[in-house]
């Protein structure tokens, strides 16, 4: 039997509801599987998580690993590569630890055809100028159109200024065509505080929790229909919708209490005085979305564009642009600040990670098939040099990557087989069978450097 006859067979006898269209993905997946179609029972998939404020180099470096270099440059002329199974990681990067033999700790990539006084903007998923907008296809869109899902891209992320509602400045679909990330303070409030919110609000919020009321009854609905085997690769599914729901339950359980709490409000303006809540919940409306099969490609943002860094003033950390000029915060050094922000961040991607982990595709799970690039839009700092852009990669994409453990500095800027970030996104094109030797904008300070090809070293 087909992998198309099994599906149309799987959608007869389910009979679903309002479910049948974002079920349909993951059932297809599952119709493939028991026709022995195991390329066709997997779906690659790359999140891209962008953080403002820099990555600082000194947190990537697992415990006792010393400097290849010296000052503040790199000028190692080889490759130098330790495994990290044995290794301590850096506390900014210690929730990372279940996963570092999946994991690729990347340093010394260049990218300083994009460098501005702060963010890089578009130049740094784009490997282009920071500060012309649009120049090129960003490398999130590239990879959207390699692997299309039924939303090809999905951009979601923390604004960097209360009344950020859209960001413009990191991604885009093509020249002169900025794409939006949806950061707005009042969809986030509808979404968290709708239940106690009069008119729209209240029936936008209860329309929510009765569709998800919905969705999980037919991925029930569907397990009952189905073999034991095929039915835990619904369990992820399943739990995906459970936190959406639980989370809007507790809401609404709340109401009195989020009558006297909700954050107030200023015209259309709300407090960020809930940083850390909202981009948990966009990280859990990302997975879902993963996990859904709605998408195959999900960015998402914490700050970013311009000096638009965001607050987490829930955190004790007030000003991320004081942090990066060396000023304490609330009695904090700016080090414990950046360490502390960069543990949140990778809780949120360990969590994400184990998520899809969770949920089996094809002969191993939904994690075995994707990649989660993290990096920063200005590279190793607040004012960024771009002479190296640390870069963090977990997962293989399906065996297309040589991710297993590997802690890994590659040779200086201007060193004979340097290599840019412009490369790493070549790599990952020819990872998802879209190959390409060049990507953005060459750097003239390498005009005697092969800028072309991808990283040997990373590719399968």
Same mark, same amino acid.
């Given at each position: 039997?087909?992998?198309?006859?099994?599906?149309?067979?799987? +959608?007869?006898? &389910?009979?679903?509801?309002?479910?049948?269209?974002?079920?349909?993905?993951?059932?297809?997946?599952?119709?493939?599987?028991?026709?022995?179609?195991?390329?066709?029972?997997?779906?690659?998939?790359?999140?891209?998580?962008?953080?403002?404020?820099?990555?600082?180099?000194?947190?990537?470096?697992?415990?006792?690993?010393?400097?290849?270099?010296?000052?503040?440059?790199?000028?190692?002329?080889?490759?130098?590569?330790?495994?990290?199974?044995?290794?301590?990681?850096?506390? /900014?990067?210690?929730?990372?630890?279940?996963?570092?033999?999946? &994991?690729?700790?990347?340093?010394?990539?260049?990218?300083?055809?994009?460098?501005?006084?702060?963010?890089?903007?578009?130049?740094?998923?784009?490997?282009?100028?920071?500060?012309?907008?649009?120049?090129?296809?960003?490398?999130?869109?590239?990879?959207?159109?390699?692997?299309?899902?039924?939303?090809?891209?999905? /951009?979601?992320?923390?604004?960097?200024?209360?009344?950020?509602?859209?960001?413009?400045?990191?991604?885009?679909?093509?020249?002169?065509?900025?794409?939006?990330?949806?950061?707005?303070?009042?969809?986030?409030?509808?979404?968290?505080?709708?239940?106690?919110?009069?008119?729209?609000?209240?029936?936008?919020?209860?329309?929510?929790?009765?569709?998800?009321?919905?969705?999980?009854?037919?991925?029930?609905?569907?397990?009952?229909?189905?073999?034991?085997? !095929?039915?835990?690769?619904?369990?992820?599914?399943?739990?995906?919708?459970?936190?959406?729901?639980?989370?809007?339950?507790?809401?609404?359980?709340?109401?009195?209490?989020?009558?006297?709490?909700?954050?107030?409000?200023?015209?259309?303006?709300?407090?960020?005085?809930?940083?850390?809540?909202?981009?948990?919940?966009?990280?859990?409306?990302?997975?879902?979305?993963?996990?859904?099969?709605?998408?195959?490609?999900?960015?998402?943002?914490?700050?970013?564009?311009?000096?638009?860094?965001?607050?987490?003033?829930? &955190?004790?950390?007030?000003?991320?642009?004081?942090?990066?000029?060396?000023?304490?915060?609330?009695?904090?050094?700016?080090?414990?600040?950046?360490?502390?922000?960069?543990?949140?961040?990778?809780?949120?991607? /360990?969590?994400?990670?184990?998520? +899809?982990?969770?949920?089996?595709?094809?002969?191993?799970? &939904? +994690?075995?098939?994707?990649?989660?690039?993290?990096?920063?839009?200005?590279? !190793?700092?607040?004012?960024?040099?771009?002479? !190296?852009?640390?870069?963090?990669?977990?997962?293989?994409?399906?065996?297309?990557?040589?991710?297993?453990?590997?802690?890994?500095?590659?040779?200086?800027?201007?060193?004979?087989?340097?290599?840019?970030?412009?490369?790493?996104?070549?790599?990952?094109?020819?990872?998802?069978?879209?190959?390409?030797?060049?990507?953005?904008?060459?750097?003239?300070?390498?005009?005697?450097?092969?800028?072309?090809?991808?990283?040997?070293?990373?590719?399968?």
């Amino acid at each position: 039997m087909s992998v198309e006859t099994t599906r149309r067979e799987l +959608l007869k006898n &389910m009979g679903l509801g309002v479910g049948v269209t974002l079920l349909t993905p993951i059932l297809s997946q599952i119709a493939a599987h028991a026709a022995g179609d195991e390329k066709a029972a997997k779906r690659l998939r790359v999140v891209f998580v962008m953080q403002s404020n820099g990555m600082s180099p000194a947190h990537l470096r697992p415990n006792g690993v010393e400097k290849s270099y010296k000052g503040d440059r790199p000028s190692n002329a080889t490759l130098f590569e330790t495994p990290l199974a044995d290794k301590t990681l850096h506390a /900014a990067f210690e929730p990372l630890a279940p996963f570092r033999n999946r &994991m690729a700790m990347v340093q010394h990539l260049s990218g300083c055809v994009g460098r501005s006084d702060h963010s890089c903007n578009v130049g740094a998923l784009g490997a282009c100028a920071a500060n012309k907008g649009a120049m090129v296809q960003t490398i999130d869109h590239a990879i959207a159109e390699a692997i299309p899902g039924v939303i090809p891209h999905v /951009a979601i992320g923390l604004g960097g200024r209360p009344d950020t509602l859209m960001n413009y400045r990191l991604s885009a679909s093509g020249p002169g065509q900025p794409c939006p990330i949806v950061c707005s303070p009042e969809m986030a409030f509808k979404s968290l505080f709708g239940s106690v919110a009069e008119g729209n609000s209240a029936k936008t919020f209860d329309q929510k929790a009765n569709l998800l009321d919905f969705m999980i009854d037919d991925v029930k609905r569907a397990q009952s229909r189905l073999a034991v085997e !095929e039915r835990e690769k619904l369990d992820g599914y399943l739990a995906a919708f459970d936190t959406l729901h639980t989370r809007q339950e507790n809401i609404a359980g709340l109401r009195e209490s989020l009558k006297a709490n909700a954050p107030r409000i200023e015209g259309e303006k709300l407090r960020p005085s809930i940083s850390t809540t909202l981009l948990e919940s966009q990280f859990e409306i990302g997975a879902a979305a993963l996990i859904a099969g709605v998408t195959n490609v999900l960015l998402i943002t914490s700050g970013g564009g311009g000096q638009a860094f965001g607050v987490f003033p829930e &955190m004790g950390i007030n000003d991320l642009h004081g942090i990066g000029h060396g000023s304490a915060s609330n009695g904090k050094s700016p080090e414990e600040c950046f360490v502390e922000l960069r543990q949140f961040h990778t809780r949120l991607i /360990a969590e994400l990670a184990r998520k +899809l982990d969770s949920v089996k595709e094809g002969s191993g799970t &939904m +994690l075995d098939n994707t990649l989660i690039v993290y990096l920063s839009d200005s590279g !190793e700092g607040h004012h960024p040099s771009l002479y !190296e852009w640390p870069v963090v990669l977990i997962g293989n994409l399906g065996g297309k990557l040589k991710t297993n453990g590997r802690y890994m500095e590659l040779p200086g800027y201007g060193q004979k087989n340097h290599r840019t970030l412009a490369n790493l996104y070549c790599t990952l094109l020819h990872a998802v069978g879209k190959p390409r030797d060049k990507f953005g904008v060459p750097d003239v300070g390498l005009k005697d450097i092969d800028q072309t090809g991808i990283i040997q070293e990373l590719l399968a």
